[in-house]
């Protein structure tokens, strides 16, 4: 049996009463070391019952056992909270009985402590303030790393941007000249640089004046459509500090503590156009904040530096966002700045922009004043705010406001404001959350880190997931919570607990439910639809696992996510009982981070390239987190890539402003072939080495690494089909294009239906799709699906509600290889292929021409066999890494990337230019750029150092499969002219006989019948003469030897009905058009302004006919 420890109560009474003792007895069996919000939550209830000194002391000394106690810290919440609150002293006795204490079952006997409990409380607590601990300290780690990387990188575009509009640098070109912002918000450059694309460059200093981040204002804003993509016209660099760092005008810097220098007056805005108007209106110095959450870090690094200054905050006037949520942000914000920095002998206020008569919808802040009203209004309401800084009333919005008058009169309300530190009316100042780098907008300082939760971040209590980064909070854009006083679920080192209870309220043994499991982000679309949780663990090997489980699969039974966490290596306790409770932990997370999720792989904006199994691009790619794909092979497999953080025009999140971070996500689990195994270089040596001097393995890497230019290039999707006999190289060249991504495995087979195809060339968005053996599909359906994956959007589907559900898209290369060409295939099951349809897939003849099929080049092995069962072994032990280099390169360079490709002189058109001749047709050119685009990637990678030949071999195996292509062809023309020309000609050579009439012979009653008549034909000579015959003369001069000779050299020429041109000549081409190409090549005879001509038929009289002529047989089209 435990021990009781007996604790005499103050007085005897009939009935249990509230007396201080009780209180510090039960304050006693809480540890002080809890998370912020709850000893802030014991504070309230303590005040509620003892609201004067005794209650503090209480509180106080139960406060100063912890670690991290601070004596002013507890002094202010203290005073912050105000007494009569919804938190009651009930709240003291629920957290109290959580870690052991008792009531005595008598009424108004003593209290218990139940000793074994609390123990085991206490240990369970300390295990968890470990843990909580060296999560802490990795944190900072990380924070630190990213902050410093953001400040390298701060300096260097600093120095990139040169020195114009620095105070002691040498005016070169006018900041405010090349900055279209400057010039739009009216100011000049104070302290900002500008790069040469216009963008302004505002310098984010900490307060010993060392550059830290950079403020980027883009040259034009954003349009609505572009801000719907999460393009911002403002953007920090990700992962750099904002927290209490300002950019000062009028001030070098700060001085230093303990300083003799005046600074009477300071003001301090949130933005740097606000700030530069004040400036040049007022001449006083001005700090710039960046935005309402910052005001209050900044005015205490000023207050610090300056301790007798006025420091005026000169606030955004929010008021139609007042209207719409009911809080004025950048009021607020200005307010409880003020209040913070305000004491005796050190003034602070808050000033707004007042206009005269009516405000101008949409206008909040003084650039704006200033713009409208003129710098006049914008000094007198400044200069009157500072003249009186001891008559700071609260703000009062009059109904009506006098006009401000343009001299130095105080206007009628100058609407200033501040609040000393102890106004108990104020709220409780909000406490900031353990640090995490997705809760501070533009990744600022973290926030203060006294108190973390015990228990695995409950919902309403935040905390990034089980045990995740960061505690507290709901996450940007939602609201808190309210807060559970008990979460059954405890995260530690050797799994999730779940801790029920009896009917008395006593806690029972923990119990087991699975391996360690936290959720560290919610995952969302783009529209904010499509919800998720990021889920990290590591599987029975110890490899770390991350899987974006879509939070409908909750909704269900539970079956299928728990049978993918399995199949993934999560040990969880057996039964249906403790899988419902896995559920209910994961639901109940609450993290702050943010991720995007998308089922799409391939490019996003900021240059982050989404794989099954991560991200490869963004500044912090480098160091993030990984995600194992896991499945077979993962001991020999690298599959890991970090969730990016992107930077670039469209980096920020829409909802909370912080650097977009991506993530997979898809309800049925994706196969990632992107897979890699063995070194970079052993490729090199032992597969692209092979392909040096043989075009066509040459120009297969080429297509592998040309799937992700297709985006850069804005290029649509298309493929190319290698053909050849049986054993001659087409697998061998597939194999070797497939090692670029993945295993021998990455290369599919075209034997599929048409909704797996679709999935799968989602699978291989922005990269290339290779495909084998085209004659597995049917050839009825096969340019349909040559279409389809060069359409780039899945077929159209409804949803159960009849609905039109999201179409997916893609863009991507395909590799194909068969016996047979595309029209072939097609033409043996009755099937005529479009033109389109052959340049969407350009067939390139496999035999290279050197009597080895697809090889030119052997490098010393004894046949093209030995070399082929080389470079495929090879490409089976050595493979992605070129892909995955290939990727990181790209994201490096992917602004770039565009004009490098289709700039003024860029690749493609380069390349182009020496592959297609100048008579080629668009169908040509257009094959011709696609062409390029293999031969750009290939050029590119040498370049990048990823293909070991040298430079022009890409290009050169990108022209030889070109020509090869053009000379298989056989025509520069467009291929629809072709194929309408060579259908003509061939009706005519099959049916000249049997379907038309001899015009001289049509009345003859001895002659053959022509039952189904299309026209008739006649006898030209070469001048295109017609010579005229009857049946008698034809017969007398067939049997003498001269005429005969002479009627040798006659012509035939046909008179087509237009009827029969129509519907039978023409068919499956419009009939109009390919009269006007026989009339364009000179094959049509015609009357002027028609396509017809009419002659005089036998039995007929005058009738129109298309008239072809005898040309068209020598026509080589």
Same mark, same amino acid.
Request: glycine share 10%; net charge negative; proline share 7%.
């Given at each position: 049996?435990?021990?009781?420890?007996?604790?005499?109560?103050?007085?005897?009474?009939?009935?249990?009463?509230?007396?201080?003792?009780?209180?510090?007895?039960?304050?006693?069996?809480?540890?002080?070391?809890?998370?912020?919000?709850?000893?802030?939550?014991?504070?309230?209830?303590?005040?509620?019952?003892?609201?004067?000194?005794?209650?503090?002391?209480?509180?106080?000394?139960?406060?100063?056992?912890?670690?991290?106690?601070?004596?002013?810290?507890?002094?202010?919440?203290?005073?912050?909270?105000?007494?009569?609150?919804?938190?009651?002293?009930?709240?003291?006795?629920?957290?109290?009985?959580?870690?052991?204490?008792?009531?005595?079952?008598?009424?108004?006997?003593?209290?218990?402590?139940?000793?074994?409990?609390?123990?085991?409380?206490?240990?369970?607590?300390?295990?968890?303030?470990?843990?909580?601990?060296?999560?802490?300290?990795?944190?900072?780690?990380?924070?630190?790393?990213?902050?410093?990387?953001?400040?390298?990188?701060?300096?260097?575009?600093?120095?990139?941007?040169?020195?114009?509009?620095?105070?002691?640098?040498?005016?070169?070109?006018?900041?405010?000249?090349?900055?279209?912002?400057?010039?739009?918000?009216?100011?000049?450059?104070?302290?900002?640089?500008?790069?040469?694309?216009?963008?302004?460059?505002?310098?984010?200093?900490?307060?010993?004046?060392?550059?830290?981040?950079?403020?980027?204002?883009?040259?034009?804003?954003?349009?609505?459509?572009?801000?719907?993509?999460?393009?911002?016209?403002?953007?920090?660099?990700?992962?750099?500090?904002?927290?209490?760092?300002?950019?000062?005008?009028?001030?070098?810097?700060?001085?230093?503590?303990?300083?003799?220098?005046?600074?009477?007056?300071?003001?301090?805005?949130?933005?740097?156009?606000?700030?530069?108007?004040?400036?040049?209106?007022?001449?006083?110095?001005?700090?710039?904040?960046?935005?309402?959450?910052?005001?209050?870090?900044?005015?205490?690094?000023?207050?610090?530096?300056?301790?007798?200054?006025?420091?005026?905050?000169?606030?955004?006037?929010?008021?139609?966002?007042?209207?719409?949520? /009911?809080?004025? +942000?950048?009021?607020?914000?200005?307010?409880?700045? @003020?209040?913070?920095?305000? !004491?005796? #002998? &050190?003034? %602070? =206020?808050?000033?707004?922009?007042?206009?005269?008569?009516?405000?101008?919808?949409?206008?909040?802040?003084?650039?704006?004043?200033?713009?409208?009203?003129?710098?006049?209004?914008?000094?007198?309401?400044?200069?009157?705010?500072?003249?009186?800084?001891?008559?700071?009333?609260?703000?009062?919005?009059?109904?009506?406001?006098?006009?401000?008058?343009?001299?130095?009169?105080?206007?009628?309300?100058?609407?200033?404001?501040?609040?000393?530190?102890?106004?108990?009316?104020?709220?409780?100042?909000?406490?900031?959350?353990?640090?995490?780098?997705?809760?501070?907008?533009?990744? /600022?300082?973290? +926030?203060?880190?006294?108190?973390?939760?015990?228990? @695995?971040?409950?919902?309403? !209590?935040? #905390? &990034?997931? %089980? =045990?995740?980064?960061?505690?507290?909070?709901?996450?940007?854009?939602?609201?808190?919570?309210?807060?559970?006083?008990?979460?059954?679920?405890?995260?530690?080192?050797?799994?999730?607990?779940?801790?029920?209870?009896?009917?008395?309220?006593?806690?029972?043994?923990?119990?087991?439910?699975?391996?360690?499991?936290?959720?560290?982000?919610?995952?969302?679309?783009?529209?904010?639809?499509?919800?998720?949780?990021?889920?990290?663990?590591?599987?029975?090997?110890?490899?770390?696992?991350?899987?974006?489980?879509?939070?409908?699969?909750?909704?269900?039974?539970?079956?299928?996510?728990?049978?993918?966490?399995?199949?993934?290596?999560?040990?969880?306790?057996?039964?249906?009982?403790?899988?419902?409770?896995?559920?209910?932990?994961?639901?109940?997370?609450?993290?702050?981070?943010?991720?995007?999720?998308?089922?799409?792989?391939?490019?996003?904006?900021?240059?982050?390239?989404?794989?099954?199994?991560?991200?490869?691009?963004?500044?912090?790619?480098?160091?993030?987190?990984?995600?194992?794909?896991?499945?077979?092979?993962?001991?020999?497999?690298?599959?890991?890539?970090?969730?990016?953080?992107?930077?670039?025009?469209?980096?920020?999140?829409?909802?909370?402003?912080?650097?977009?971070?991506?993530?997979?996500?898809?309800?049925?689990?994706?196969?990632?072939?992107?897979?890699?195994?063995?070194?970079?270089?052993?490729?090199?040596?032992?597969?692209?080495?092979?392909?040096?001097?043989?075009?066509?393995?040459?120009?297969?890497?080429?297509?592998?690494?040309?799937?992700?230019?297709?985006?850069?290039?804005?290029?649509?999707?298309?493929?190319?089909?290698?053909?050849?006999?049986?054993?001659?190289?087409?697998?061998?060249?597939?194999?070797?294009?497939?090692?670029?991504?993945?295993?021998?495995?990455?290369?599919?087979?075209?034997?599929?239906?048409?909704?797996?195809?679709?999935?799968?060339?989602?699978?291989?968005?922005?990269?290339?799709?290779?495909?084998?053996?085209?004659?597995?599909?049917?050839?009825?359906?096969?340019?349909?699906?040559?279409?389809?994956?060069?359409?780039?959007?899945?077929?159209?589907?409804?949803?159960?509600?009849?609905?039109?559900?999201?179409?997916?898209?893609?863009?991507?290369?395909?590799?194909?290889?068969?016996?047979?060409?595309?029209?072939?295939?097609?033409?043996?099951?009755?099937?005529?292929?479009?033109?389109?349809?052959?340049?969407?897939?350009?067939?390139?003849?496999?035999?290279?021409?050197?009597?080895?099929?697809?090889?030119?080049?052997?490098?010393?092995?004894?046949?093209?066999?030995?070399?082929?069962?080389?470079?495929?072994?090879?490409?089976?032990?050595?493979?992605?890494?070129?892909?995955?280099?290939?990727?990181?390169?790209?994201?490096?360079?992917?602004?770039?990337?565009?004009?490098?490709?289709?700039?003024?002189?860029?690749?493609?058109?380069?390349?182009?230019?020496?592959?297609?001749?100048?008579?080629?047709?668009?169908?040509?050119?257009?094959?011709?750029?696609?062409?390029?685009?293999?031969?750009?990637?290939?050029?590119?990678?040498?370049?990048?150092?990823?293909?070991?030949?040298?430079?022009?071999?890409?290009?050169?195996?990108?022209?030889?499969?070109?020509?090869?292509?053009?000379?298989?062809?056989?025509?520069?023309?467009?291929?629809?002219?072709?194929?309408?020309?060579?259908?003509?000609?061939?009706?005519?050579?099959?049916?000249?006989?049997?379907?038309?009439?001899?015009?001289?012979?049509?009345?003859?009653?001895?002659?053959?019948?022509?039952?189904?008549?299309?026209?008739?034909?006649?006898?030209?000579?070469?001048?295109?003469?017609?010579?005229?015959?009857?049946?008698?003369?034809?017969?007398?001069?067939?049997?003498?030897?001269?005429?005969?000779?002479?009627?040798?050299?006659?012509?035939?020429?046909?008179?087509?009905?237009?009827?029969?041109?129509?519907?039978?000549?023409?068919?499956?081409?419009?009939?109009?058009?390919?009269?006007?190409?026989?009339?364009?090549?000179?094959?049509?005879?015609?009357?002027?302004?028609?396509?017809?001509?009419?002659?005089?038929?036998?039995?007929?009289?005058?009738?129109?006919?298309?008239?072809?002529?005898?040309?068209?047989?020598?026509?080589?089209?």
């Amino acid at each position: 049996m435990p021990t009781k420890r007996t604790i005499p109560p103050p007085a005897p009474a009939p009935a249990r009463q509230i007396t201080p003792e009780l209180v510090r007895e039960a304050l006693a069996a809480i540890p002080p070391d809890l998370d912020r919000e709850t000893w802030v939550r014991l504070g309230m209830a303590v005040k509620s019952e003892f609201p004067d000194s005794v209650g503090f002391d209480l509180w106080d000394g139960w406060s100063q056992t912890g670690k991290a106690y601070s004596s002013t810290d507890a002094k202010d919440t203290w005073r912050s909270i105000k007494a009569g609150g919804r938190v009651t002293i009930g709240t003291l006795f629920g957290v109290a009985k959580d870690h052991g204490f008792r009531f005595s079952e008598v009424a108004g006997g003593p209290a218990v402590v139940d000793e074994a409990a609390q123990a085991q409380a206490q240990a369970l607590a300390e295990r968890q303030a470990q843990q909580r601990q060296r999560q802490r300290e990795a944190e900072e780690a990380e924070y630190r790393r990213r902050a410093d990387q953001a400040a390298r990188e701060a300096v260097r575009l600093w120095d990139e941007a040169g020195g114009a509009g620095e105070p002691g640098q040498p005016e070169q070109a006018s900041p405010q000249a090349l900055a279209p912002y400057l010039v739009r918000k009216g100011v000049q450059a104070h302290g900002v640089r500008t790069l040469a694309d216009g963008t302004v460059l505002v310098p984010v200093r900490n307060p010993a004046g060392e550059l830290v981040n950079l403020q980027r204002i883009a040259p034009q804003r954003p349009t609505p459509e572009q801000e719907a993509k999460g393009a911002r016209e403002k953007r920090f660099l990700p992962g750099g500090r904002k927290t209490g760092c300002f950019h000062l005008l009028g001030l070098e810097c700060l001085p230093d503590a303990g300083h003799d220098v005046l600074v009477p007056v300071v003001l301090v805005a949130e933005g740097y156009a606000t700030a530069a108007s004040l400036y040049e209106s007022t001449g006083l110095p001005v700090a710039v904040a960046w935005d309402a959450g910052n005001l209050v870090n900044v005015a205490r690094t000023l207050r610090e530096r300056l301790p007798a200054a006025l420091l005026l905050l000169c606030a955004d006037d929010d008021v139609d966002t007042e209207a719409s949520t /009911g809080k004025n +942000p950048g009021r607020l914000g200005a307010e409880k700045a @003020a209040r913070a920095v305000l !004491a005796e #002998g &050190a003034p %602070a =206020g808050v000033v707004l922009p007042v206009w005269p008569g009516q405000r101008p919808a949409g206008l909040t802040d003084f650039n704006d004043l200033a713009s409208t009203a003129g710098p006049e209004a914008v000094r007198a309401q400044v200069l009157a705010a500072v003249a009186a800084p001891s008559l700071l009333p609260k703000v009062r919005r009059a109904a009506g406001q006098a006009a401000t008058s343009a001299s130095t009169d105080t206007p009628n309300d100058t609407r200033t404001s501040a609040s000393p530190a102890n106004d108990d009316t104020a709220p409780p100042s909000p406490q900031a959350a353990p640090w995490d780098d997705e809760d501070t907008p533009d990744d /600022g300082e973290p +926030p203060p880190t006294r108190r973390k939760p015990q228990k @695995a971040a409950p919902a309403g !209590a935040g #905390g &990034a997931g %089980a =045990g995740g980064a960061g505690a507290g909070g709901a996450g940007a854009g939602g609201a808190r919570p309210k807060r559970q006083p008990h979460d059954p679920f405890t995260l530690l080192e050797d799994g999730v607990y779940f801790t029920a209870r009896d009917g008395d309220g006593n806690e029972k043994p923990p119990r087991w439910l699975c391996a360690p499991l936290r959720v560290t982000a919610r995952t969302r679309a783009d529209d904010s639809n499509g919800w998720g949780c990021l889920l990290e663990f590591n599987d029975l090997d110890g490899n770390p696992k991350v899987w974006a489980m879509p939070s409908s699969l909750l909704s269900g039974e539970g079956a299928e996510w728990a049978a993918r966490l399995r199949d993934m290596g999560l040990q969880m306790a057996p039964g249906t009982g403790a899988r419902n409770l896995v559920a209910q932990y994961i639901d109940t997370r609450n993290p702050r981070q943010r991720v995007t999720c998308t089922d799409r792989v391939g490019w996003h904006p900021g240059g982050v390239f989404v794989l099954p199994s991560g991200c490869i691009g963004g500044p912090a790619s480098a160091d993030a987190c990984t995600a194992g794909a896991g499945g077979e092979d993962a001991a020999d497999d690298t599959d890991t890539a970090p969730i990016a953080t992107t930077d670039t025009d469209t980096d920020t999140d829409p909802d909370t402003g912080t650097p977009r971070r991506y993530v997979f996500q898809s309800e049925a689990g994706m196969e990632d072939t992107f897979r890699q195994h063995g070194e970079l270089a052993d490729w090199q040596t032992r597969v692209a080495a092979l392909a040096e001097g043989n075009s066509r393995l040459a120009f297969a890497i080429g297509c592998a690494l040309a799937g992700p230019l297709l985006r850069a290039a804005s290029l649509e999707s298309g493929g190319f089909h290698f053909r050849g006999d049986s054993s001659k190289g087409k697998t061998t060249a597939l194999k070797v294009a497939a090692s670029v991504w993945g295993r021998p495995a990455y290369m599919q087979r075209w034997r599929t239906t048409d909704n797996a195809l679709e999935a799968t060339a989602v699978q291989h968005c922005d990269g290339t799709l290779i495909l084998d053996e085209i004659g597995q599909v049917d050839g009825k359906v096969v340019g349909d699906c040559a279409y389809l994956l060069a359409n780039e959007q899945e077929k159209g589907r409804n949803t159960r509600n009849g609905l039109n559900r999201k179409r997916r898209t893609w863009r991507l290369l395909f590799l194909s290889s068969g016996e047979k060409s595309l029209a072939d295939h097609m033409a043996e099951s009755g099937k005529r292929v479009m033109a389109g349809q052959e340049v969407r897939m350009v067939d390139i003849p496999l035999d290279a021409g050197a009597g080895m099929g697809g090889l030119e080049v052997l490098h010393g092995h004894d046949g093209p066999g030995a070399l082929a069962d080389a470079v495929t072994r090879a490409a089976a032990r050595h493979y992605g890494t070129a892909g995955r280099t290939w990727l990181e390169w790209l994201a490096a360079r992917h602004e770039a990337l565009p004009g490098r490709l289709i700039g003024d002189g860029g690749m493609l058109e380069r390349f182009k230019g020496q592959m297609v001749p100048e008579a080629a047709s668009e169908q040509v050119r257009r094959v011709g750029t696609r062409f390029a685009l293999v031969a750009a990637a290939g050029e590119l990678a040498t370049e990048a150092g990823i293909l070991p030949w040298p430079a022009g071999h890409a290009a050169s195996a990108a022209r030889s499969c070109f020509n090869a292509w053009l000379a298989a062809r056989g025509h520069l023309d467009n291929g629809e002219d072709a194929a309408m020309l060579r259908q003509v000609r061939a009706y005519l050579e099959k049916n000249g006989d049997a379907l038309f009439t001899w015009t001289h012979r049509a009345m003859d009653d001895h002659r053959g019948n022509t039952p189904l008549r299309n026209g008739f034909k006649r006898m030209v000579n070469t001048e295109g003469e017609p010579l005229k015959f009857d049946a008698a003369v034809e017969y007398l001069e067939s049997k003498t030897g001269p005429e005969w000779r002479d009627r040798t050299d006659a012509l035939v020429e046909y008179l087509v009905l237009p009827e029969a041109f129509k519907r039978d000549m023409c068919k499956g081409f419009d009939s109009k058009a390919v009269a006007e190409l026989l009339r364009a090549r000179g094959h049509l005879r015609h009357e002027k302004d028609r396509l017809t001509i009419k002659h005089r038929l036998p039995g007929m009289d005058k009738a129109p006919v298309f008239h072809i002529r005898p040309s068209i047989f020598s026509d080589e089209l």
